[in-house]
Structure formats: structure tokens, C-alpha cells
């Protein structure tokens, strides 16, 4: 079964992915990831896309696709999950074509439905403890005593720099404009299905593990 899940940043696609993995042994298809792995390994795509990057510019749509053919070839039997990837009507025609090319097919499009609001106090209230990485939320998951981690009593905190309103509404904008527009493709061909991305990560979870046993 190969599977795309959609949302914006924050929606929790790598935190289902992840379920996935270990629920269905599925190998999860993220393109950053991916991407940092070939540089690392120095693999033929990763050379291509470690210059493209060091001089500033953007990874090409073919280089990304060869990054996915190339772990699609070694992916056997088990089924993919996309993250991240696609995210324009381009790269969804260039899926398809990667599939087709293996003899697979793409079973369902799963969008996280969030709420841009809710979105963002989730994200800009995210901190994490700067000794052992615990993570923590200003409302929703704070530590029991203020400004001391639960797990080794640091009083050290660290939040990611992009974590924040500004930040958070930018990307929604941006997924809106660029990815959102290649939902209708999917809906023409019946494989669309939304979920309710601001319930718990157990109650997503159920909701997709339903769509794939339908």
C-alpha cells in the first residue's frame, strides 16, 4: 500500500508516519530526510543535490524524483508512505509516473485538516529541554515545576527559532497557495480522504488506521 499524507507544518505528518512505520512496517518517504541521507552518503543524487544546495538554489522536481526512484527500488514489497512530497500538481504527475514505472499503484491521499489558529499555539508554545531533549509545551505539556525538566532537573530550555506565529502563518500561506491546489487531482480519482488533524495523535491515528483497513 503506498499512501501520501498531506498537511501543513505542525499538522503531525511525521508523527503519523512514524506509527505507520512501526504499526505496518511501511518505509516512510521524506524528502528532507532523504535528501540529508544522500548528501551524507554521497550517493549519485546526493553529489547533484549537495551542489545545488551549497550554491544557495533550490532542489530541482528531477532531482527529487530520482531520490524517490531510487528508494522506491529498494523498498521491496513494503508499502511507502510520502511526507512532504508532493507538494504541486507537477510533482503528483511525476509520482504517479515513479509508481507506474514499479508496477505500483497509489492507494489513498490523506489530509490532516488543522485549524490555522489552533495550528499556531501548538507550534509557538513547543520548547524542549536543552540537556535531554524532553519535550514540552508552554499550555498544553508543562513541566510540573516551572522552568525545571521532569526527567534531569535542567533548568535550561531551548525553542527552534522557526517555532512561532509569523513563521507558522507563512507556511500555512504557502501551503495553501502551492500544495492545497493539487487536492482536486487526487479528488478526481476517489483517493482523497481528510482527517481531523486537531485531535489527539491516538484518535488521528485510529481515524487513518480505519482508511486503510476500508
Known amino acids: 500500500m503506498n499512501i501520501v ?3 501543513p507544518p505542525g499538522a503531525g505528518k511525521g508523527t503519523q508516519a512514524a506509527r505507520l512505520q512501526a504499526s505496518r512496517g511501511m518505509i516512510q518517504m521524506s524528502t528532507g530526510d532523504m ?6 552518503n554521497g550517493s549519485p543524487v546526493g553529489v547533484k ?17 530520482a531520490l524517490i526512484g531510487e528508494r522506491l527500488d529498494t523498498a521491496g514489497r513494503h ?16 509520482l504517479d509516473s515513479l509508481l ?8 489513498h491521499v490523506i489530509e490532516l485538516v488543522v485549524d490555522e489558529d489552533a495550528l499556531v499555539e501548538r507550534i509557538a508554545g513547543r520548547f524542549s529541554c536543552a540537556k535531554c531533549g524532553a519535550s514540552y509545551h508552554d499550555r498544553f505539556k508543562p ?3 516551572d522552568g525545571v525538566c521532569d526527567h534531569c532537573g535542567s533548568t535550561e530550555c531551548i ?3 522557526d517555532d512561532n506565529e509569523q513563521t507558522v502563518r507563512r507556511r500555512m500561506a504557502e501551503y495553501r ?8 487531482y487526487y479528488d478526481e480519482r476517489g483517493l482523497v480522504h481528510r482527517v481531523d488533524g486537531m485531535q489527539s495523535v491516538d484518535d488521528v491515528a485510529a481515524q487513518i488506521e480505519a482508511i486503510l483497513d476500508s
Open 5 to 7: 499524507l498531506l498537511g
Open 35 to 40: 535528501l540529508r541521507e544522500a548528501v551524507a
Open 49 to 65: 543535490a549537495k551542489a545545488v544546495m551549497e550554491a544557495g538554489k533550490l532542489v530541482s522536481d528531477a532531482i527529487v524524483s
Open 79 to 94: 508499502g511507502a508512505i510520502f511526507d512532504g512530497f508532493p507538494r504541486t500538481r507537477q510533482q503528483a504527475e511525476a
Open 100 to 107: 507506474a514505472e514499479r508496477g505500483r499503484n497509489l492507494d
Open 143 to 145: 513541566p510540573l515545576a
Open 159 to 161: 525553542r527552534r527559532p
Open 177 to 184: 497557495a502551492k500544495t492545497e491546489p493539487i487536492l482536486p
